[in-house]
Structure formats: structure tokens, C-alpha cells
């Protein structure tokens, strides 16, 4: 089958969206790292609309390692299909991506981009940001380490801020303005110290003072669930557009994202192109992380426990339905101030969008990483909670049920995608479902903060989590 490319473009029509602007007029004014599935379901498609407007919003996307992304869509000139699965669904083809580098393969490619870019926006995922429980750079990350002792070759995301600023300041040129798209707290003001404590550490001192005086690194809030391409997304968008599209992608129609007001004169393009530009990011940001993506991990980490295999099967259940629901009207809500927000709809909605039968989002998806998704999603809630005095016997279930799910990938003999799987998987093989399993886990510096692993009323919920998702369920679901 004739494979979806600019020349090919013109075979496609209605009901297929299409670009609406002039491939061929369009610039790079945007460097992407990290350009997987959610890029390509959200900044990218707000991007695509930008440029309806303004032909300086192409996409630069950077693979830091794997040339898959590339190699689906070099021979498409950057093209591919974006889904919205719905009862109606809809079909989209976007053009904002204009090239696609794998980093370790040009380097100063990358380096010229970064000299020609206003904006740097990243989704490389939790553990792409090389921190400490503590939020700070974490100067003996092997990464980190690395590209401290070569400029030329970064490999981590820092490293190629931390270069590509040097290089604009070398030439007289304004700092980019980056935009952290990952699903961390305060991940705009994480990032900018992660640079900052970078070039400090290679001894860099005026190059830091400058990315502090100078260098926008405004905080931002993604969502939309993105579940990965499957089979039946390549068949469906091979007969709608009658070519060959190697790398689709599918998200559900809720789409939003929320940039803190650091855009200067292009705040109303963002704007016109339906992002929430706003001056606070964080009430909106732990909202959506500590609802959204603590009952997430909570659901995967519980449902696979109980052989749900997506969230719609696990809200389909209605004692981790029911579980969840309580643990966001009742604990999570309570963590939040969001006087913006109206919170119990918020949480209406995330329900029912995970009640969509379209979406087949698979729990083992969720599961990934969970050593680096926990901080942000349920631990901070939890130390808050321990904190104000609140209960936190059912916010610890996603913890205790994580713990269950390494013990049982272990002894499975299945690999853990989470770049801590082989502690865990040492951990995994020493538990014997007893007391010492908790501290076991506990002792992860990496997952747990030091002040909340040595807090006993957290212990000992943990504790009594773990035991009864091992007896008993039910009883646990029941809380
Ligand atoms: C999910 C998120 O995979 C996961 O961990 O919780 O990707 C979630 O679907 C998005 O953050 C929704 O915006």
C-alpha cells in the first residue's frame, strides 16, 4: 500500500482532517525532546494549529536514543494520524513535525536547531529529569556525569539545554523559552534549577546567572490519554485514508494544557490555538497529577492485581471504582487548593473519561516506571496528609498494591519497565509477603523521600495495605 507522504497527501479528503495551512511555507521555531506518543497526540497537534496562523511553529522533534520515531516518519516527510477515539471518532492527519533528529546521530544538527528555535518543549518522562526525591539534580546520575564531561555529546535532556543556552549566549542570542510538558509538580521550576545546578557544577557560573536572569522556563500541565498504537489503530487508519501511515497515534478527544504566562507576545497565539494560558500552573497541575494520575497508578497498580487488564475494565468493577472514587472526593480533594477549580466536577469528569468505552488504555502501560510516577502522584498527597493530621489508609493502597505488583512480576519471572528494575527486581526476590517486605521497599531512596520511609503512621498504613491486598481485598477496597 502507497504510504502517507507530502506527495501523497493530496489522496486523502473529507472525513480525514487535513493540514490547514502550507507545508511548504512552514519554519522551525520549536525543538522537541522526546517526540513519543504523547507529544505527537497533544504539543504537536496544538502546534499544527498554531501554525494556521503563524508559519514559525514547526516542530524540530530530537529522539534522545532510538531512531523508531525517525524511521516511521522520515518516509512520510514527518506526516501521521492522529486519532480521537469516541463514539464518533475523528481522524486527523498533522503536519506541524517538520524533521525528526535522533540525537546521538548529529549532534550539531541538533546544536543548529537549537540556535534557531524560540521554543524547547519536552515530554521525556519522569525519570528524563535526573532528580533526587528531593527534586534536585542529581549530580551522580550516570547521565548527568557523562555530560558533564562532554559538551559536544550531551545525552541527557539538561545537558542539551545546558549546551544549547551556552551556544545562544555565545552568539548573542536570546535564550529559547522551555517548556517542560511531563508530568511532574512544579515541573517548569525543576527543570530551571536542574539546568542551572548543571552549569554550576561544570563550573559555569556567568552561564548560570544568565539562564537565571534571561531563560523562561515556564511550568506547564498536559492531559489527554494517549493509550499506545495497537493493531486495530493501524487497520482503522489504513482504510479512512486508503495509504499507509506506519505510526499512528490515538487520544481521546479531552484535550488540555495550561502554560504559565512566561510567553511574552505570543501568549494569544497559544491562546487562539486553545492552550489555557494562565499565572498560576501549579492549582491546576496537582489537581490533574494527584487526581488523574494518582487514581491511575492506584487503578493499574490494584487492577492488575485483580486481572483487570485497561481502566475500563477496572472501572467496570465496582469495588476499585467505588475505591477510587471515595479516594478523590474524599482524601485527595482534601490536599488540594484550587479556589479556580471546581473540584468534585473536575473529578466528575475524570471519571466519566475513564468510563470511555473507546479507549482501550491498558493498566500495564500505567504500571510502567511506577518507582519514578509515585513521588508526584500519590507520595507528596500522602506527606501533605500525614502532615495536616488527615487519614491516609486509603492512599496508600496504590503504594502498597505497586509493591504487590514488583513482588509478583518477580516471581513471574517478568521484566519491569522502570529504569530502578533491577533494585526492584532485587527487592522482588527477597520478599517473602512478611512485615520485612515493607521496609524492604521503604529503603529505596530513590522512590521514597527519607522524612516519609522513617514516618511510622505511614509505615504501618502501608503495612496493613500490603497484608490485606494479600488476604483480602475486598476488605481493603472496602476502606
Ligand atoms: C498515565 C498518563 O501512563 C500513565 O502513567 O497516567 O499517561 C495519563 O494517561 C496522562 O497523564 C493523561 O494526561
Redesign the pocket.
Known amino acids: 500500500m502507497t504510504r502517507l507522504s507530502n506527495s501523497t497527501l493530496a489522496q486523502v479528503g473529507p472525513p480525514v482532517g487535513l493540514p490547514a495551512y502550507d507545508r511548504d511555507l512552514v519554519r522551525i521555531g520549536v525543538v522537541h525532546f522526546g517526540p513519543g506518543a504523547?507529544h505527537r497526540a497533544h504539543q504537536a497537534w496544538y502546534f499544527d494549529r498554531m501554525l494556521s496562523r503563524r508559519p514559525d511553529m514547526g516542530v524540530c522533534a530530537v529522539s534522545l536514543r532510538t531512531p523508531d520515531v525517525r524511521d516511521a516518519l522520515a518516509p512520510q516527510d514527518g506526516l501521521y494520524t492522529l486519532v480521537e477515539k469516541e463514539a464518533e471518532p475523528a481522524l486527523q492527519v498533522v503536519g506541524s513535525i517538520l524533521q525528526v533528529i535522533v540525537a546521538p546521530e548529529d549532534p550539531s544538527l541538533v546544536f543548529r536547531r537549537l540556535l534557531e528555535a524560540r521554543y524547547v518543549t519536552a515530554t521525556v518522562t519522569e525519570k528524563g529529569y535526573c532528580l533526587t526525591t528531593a527534586g534536585d539534580l542529581d549530580l551522580d546520575h550516570a547521565d548527568i556525569r557523562r555530560d558533564l564531561e562532554r559538551r559536544e555529546h550531551p545525552s541527557s535532556l539538561i545537558g542539551w539545554i545546558a549546551e544549547g543556552l551556552s551556544r545562544r549566549r555565545r552568539h548573542d542570542l536570546p535564550a529559547f523559552t522551555t517548556i517542560s510538558c511531563d508530568?511532574l509538580s512544579d515541573n517548569g521550576l525543576k527543570l530551571r534549577r536542574a539546568v542551572i545546578a548543571f552549569c554550576e557544577a561544570r563550573g559555569d557560573r556567568e552561564l548560570a546567572r544568565w539562564i537565571e536572569s534571561e531563560a523562561p522556563f515556564p511550568s506547564s500541565m498536559?492531559?489527554?490519554?494517549?493509550p499506545a498504537t495497537d493493531d486495530a489503530l493501524l487497520q482503522q487508519v489504513r482504510s479512512a485514508l486508503g495509504l499507509e501511515d506506519a505510526w499512528p497515534i490515538q487520544r481521546e478527544r479531552f484535550v488540555q494544557w495550561v502554560v504559565e504566562d512566561q510567553l511574552g507576545a505570543d501568549a494569544d497565539l497559544f491562546r487562539e490555538a486553545g492552550v489555557t494560558v494562565a499565572k498560576a500552573v501549579a492549582p491546576f497541575e496537582r489537581a490533574?497529577l494527584r487526581l488523574?494520575?494518582g487514581a491511575?497508578?492506584t487503578l493499574?497498580y490494584a487492577g492488575l492485581g485483580l486481572g483487570c487488564a485497561t481502566v475500563f475494565d477496572a472501572m467496570n468493577d465496582p469495588r476499585l471504582a467505588g475505591f477510587v472514587e471515595a479516594m478523590m472526593r474524599e482524601d485527595i480533594a482534601a490536599s488540594l487548593d484550587a479556589p479556580e477549580l471546581d473540584v468534585p466536577e473536575y473529578i466528575g469528569k475524570v471519571l466519566a473519561r475513564f468510563r470511555n468505552p473507546a479507549i482501550v488504555?491498558k493498566l500495564s502501560?500505567?504500571a510502567?516506571?511506577g518507582s519514578q510516577?509515585l513521588r508526584f502522584r500519590l507520595l507528596e498527597t500522602i506527606a501533605e496528609a500525614l502532615g495536616a493530621g488527615r487519614r491516609v489508609d486509603r492512599l496508600v493502597v496504590g503504594v502498597a498494591a505497586w509493591m504487590r505488583f514488583v513482588v509478583r512480576q518477580t516471581r513471574a519471572g517478568a521484566a519491569l519497565t522502570d529504569p530502578l528494575a533491577e533494585a526492584l527486581a532485587a527487592v522482588g526476590r527477597s520478599c517473602d509477603d512478611g512485615e520485612d517486605d515493607i521496609d524492604r521497599f521503604l529503603a529505596l531512596s530513590e522512590v521514597f523521600p527519607p522524612a516519609l520511609a522513617a514516618d511510622a503512621t505511614f509505615r504501618a498504613a502501608v503495612a496493613q495495605a500490603y497484608r490485606g491486598l494479600g488476604s483480602d481485598p475486598n476488605v481493603v477496597l472496602a476502606a
Open positions: 504523547f508530568n498536559v492531559d489527554s490519554i494517549t490533574k488523574l494520575n491511575h497508578s493499574a488504555h502501560q500505567i510502567w516506571d510516577k
